[in-house]
């Protein structure tokens, strides 16, 4: 959403994304130095990117050779990454003119050493000041917003987790009446989450925010479908059409508001990247769409969304709440849509939120939850056989949700969820626990 053309946040940096991963993390270490930088496919041409007037350039990864030999009018540090580099010996060197390099061993990225070595070429090489900040970034998204608008009107998916409810107080700070909020209810969400986010924002917005009860409508969509890039797509459309037949009620609404992420875009696949997951806000969306797109937090990671919010104004305990996929419950059900599986998981999982929040533990982990797998165990209740489903308990610790580590919850805790989950829900026969971080794996099964 936010352009950055005219350098007016101090000048930013273009990463050539060659290897997704490392890319990532070197994109989240230079804005820690508040220093706007952004991912760009290796296949642009060197004139297009050029246009945007990026105060220098980083090669990430062998594949950006072609932009190393370019005549580039700006300072390019090309990093090689290599397992068997010395640490101690890391440094910024000059080939002579514009050109640096930098030899890492793979996994030093996202340390404060490599963090320095990046500020210094942005800063003493590049000349970028640090004025990517959320203040700043809110007067020159505010006024974005403002002229694209002019006098429209303009609806926003709003699920009531972070970044819709973020996008939703950025845009309504720029246009103030003209934003009317829409919550769908699409039957996917967590036990008492809808009556909790109509709750809220209706005392926020009085008029203004519109609850819709689509849940029979959306779980016959996804009754019998088990793909879960099948899941996330037909989602993503019917999010859409109910959208649209909102902005038909209102005759003038025009844009739609998003809460779409940096890592949204990335993961759903880019020219330099395969697609990891299909988010239902970019890759689930239909071909063809009456509402044109706002996306105030497009290039924002989830820890710049949450200052943002802060600096908004926004409550704490709605900012920092846990993640929760816009899709919801229907990618945390593995295999085939059901009404009862997704009851199951319902249940199982707000048994987890219960004795972490317990436990005191729900601030310092990123994300918990329950899974409901395509895998049934024989078990025992009441010395009966019971043939029922096997649930997973999910815990990662993250920043930013590009990657993660699980967390190791104590064994008292685990076996709390686990006894009440297979006392309370019947058809639950076993609880296992997910040890796997991100990557390999992701944060949600499907």
């Given at each position: 959403?936010?352009?950055?053309?005219?350098?007016?946040?101090?000048?930013?940096?273009?990463?050539?994304d060659?290897?997704?991963?490392?890319?990532?993390?070197?994109?989240?270490?230079i804005?820690?130095?508040?220093?706007?930088?952004?991912?760009?496919?290796?296949?642009t041409?060197?004139?297009?990117?050029?246009?945007?007037?990026?105060?220098?350039?980083?090669?990430?990864?062998?594949?950006?050779g072609?932009?190393?030999?370019?005549?580039?009018?700006?300072?390019?540090?090309?990093?090689?990454?290599d397992?068997?580099?010395?640490?101690?010996?890391?440094?910024l060197?000059?080939?002579?003119?514009?050109?640096?390099?930098?030899?890492?061993?793979?996994?030093?990225?996202?340390?404060?050493?490599?963090?320095?070595?990046?500020?210094?070429?942005?800063?003493?090489?590049?000349g970028?000041?640090?004025e990517?900040?959320?203040?700043?970034?809110?007067?020159?998204?505010v006024?974005?917003?403002?002229?694209?608008?002019?006098?429209?009107?303009?609806?926003?998916?709003?699920?009531?987790?972070?970044?819709s409810?973020?996008?939703?107080?950025?845009?309504?700070?720029?246009?103030?009446?003209?934003?009317?909020?829409?919550?769908?209810?699409?039957?996917?969400?967590?036990?008492?989450?809808?009556?909790?986010?109509?709750?809220?924002?209706?005392?926020?917005?009085?008029?203004?925010?519109?609850?819709?009860?689509?849940?029979?409508?959306?779980?016959?969509?996804?009754?019998?479908?088990?793909?879960?890039?099948?899941?996330?797509?037909?989602?993503?459309?019917?999010?859409?059409?109910?959208?649209?037949?909102?902005?038909r009620?209102?005759?003038?609404?025009?844009?739609?508001?998003?809460?779409?992420?940096?890592?949204?875009?990335?993961?759903?696949?880019?020219?330099?990247?395969?697609?990891?997951?299909?988010?239902?806000?970019?890759?689930?969306?239909?071909?063809?769409?009456?509402?044109?797109?706002?996306?105030?937090?497009?290039?924002?990671?989830?820890?710049?969304?949450?200052?943002?919010?802060?600096e908004?104004?926004l409550?704490?305990?709605?900012?920092?709440?846990q993640?929760?996929?816009?899709?919801?419950?229907?990618?945390?059900?593995?295999?085939?849509?059901?009404?009862?599986?997704?009851?199951?998981?319902?249940?199982?999982?707000?048994?987890?939120?219960?004795?972490?929040?317990?436990?005191g533990?729900?601030?310092?982990?990123?994300?918990?939850?329950?899974?409901?797998?395509?895998?049934?165990?024989?078990?025992?209740?009441?010395?009966?056989?019971?043939?029922?489903?096997?649930?997973?308990?999910?815990?990662?610790?993250?920043?930013?949700?590009?990657?993660a580590n699980?967390?190791?919850?104590?064994?008292e805790?685990?076996?709390?969820?686990?006894?009440?989950?297979?006392?309370?829900?019947?058809?639950?026969?076993?609880?296992?626990y997910?040890?796997?971080?991100?990557?390999?794996?992701?944060?949600?099964?499907?």
């Amino acid at each position: 959403m936010l352009t950055t053309d005219n350098n007016s946040l101090g000048g930013w940096l273009a990463i050539i994304d060659c290897s997704a991963q490392n890319s990532q993390l070197i994109a989240r270490q230079i804005r820690k130095n508040h220093v706007y930088c952004e991912l760009c496919p290796h296949t642009t041409p060197l004139a297009k990117l050029m246009e945007r007037q990026p105060k220098g350039l980083i090669l990430a990864g062998e594949a950006a050779g072609a932009y190393a030999d370019a005549d580039c009018s700006v300072p390019v540090l090309r990093i090689n990454f290599d397992a068997t580099i010395d640490a101690s010996a890391v440094v910024l060197k000059s080939n002579g003119g514009r050109l640096y390099t930098l030899e890492l061993p793979t996994g030093m990225v996202a340390t404060q050493q490599c963090q320095q070595i990046l500020h210094d070429f942005a800063a003493d090489i590049c000349g970028c000041t640090p004025e990517w900040t959320m203040s700043n970034f809110i007067k020159a998204a505010v006024a974005e917003i403002k002229e694209k608008v002019g006098s429209e009107r303009v609806l926003c998916a709003l699920s009531g987790g972070v970044d819709s409810s973020v996008a939703a107080a950025l845009v309504q700070r720029a246009i103030g009446e003209q934003l009317t909020c829409v919550f769908v209810n699409h039957g996917f969400m967590r036990q008492g989450e809808p009556e909790q986010v109509s709750a809220t924002f209706s005392a926020r917005m009085g008029a203004n925010f519109v609850p819709i009860d689509a849940s029979e409508r959306f779980l016959s969509k996804l009754t019998g479908v088990s793909d879960p890039e099948q899941k996330r797509k037909l989602i993503g459309e019917e999010f859409i059409r109910v959208f649209e037949e909102e902005a038909r009620r209102y005759g003038q609404a025009r844009y739609l508001v998003q809460g779409t992420l940096y890592p949204d875009v990335i993961e759903s696949g880019t020219a330099s990247a395969g697609v990891i997951k299909s988010h239902h806000n970019v890759g689930g969306l239909p071909e063809h769409m009456e509402l044109d797109l706002i996306e105030p937090l497009r290039q924002l990671y989830k820890d710049e969304v949450r200052e943002l919010g802060i600096e908004l104004g926004l409550p704490a305990a709605l900012v920092w709440r846990q993640p929760f996929p816009g899709p919801g419950l229907a990618i945390r059900t593995v295999g085939e849509i059901t009404r009862e599986r997704v009851q199951l998981v319902r249940r199982a999982d707000a048994i987890v939120v219960e004795e972490i929040e317990k436990a005191g533990l729900a601030q310092a982990i990123w994300q918990y939850f329950a899974i409901i797998t395509d895998t049934k165990s024989v078990g025992m209740m009441n010395d009966k056989r019971n043939y029922g489903y096997v649930v997973a308990i999910r815990a990662v610790d993250s920043k930013d949700a590009m990657t993660a580590n699980w967390v190791r919850l104590p064994y008292e805790v685990l076996d709390r969820i686990s006894s009440r989950i297979m006392n309370e829900v019947k058809q639950i026969s076993r609880v296992v626990y997910d040890i796997s971080s991100k990557p390999p794996a992701t944060i949600c099964w499907e």
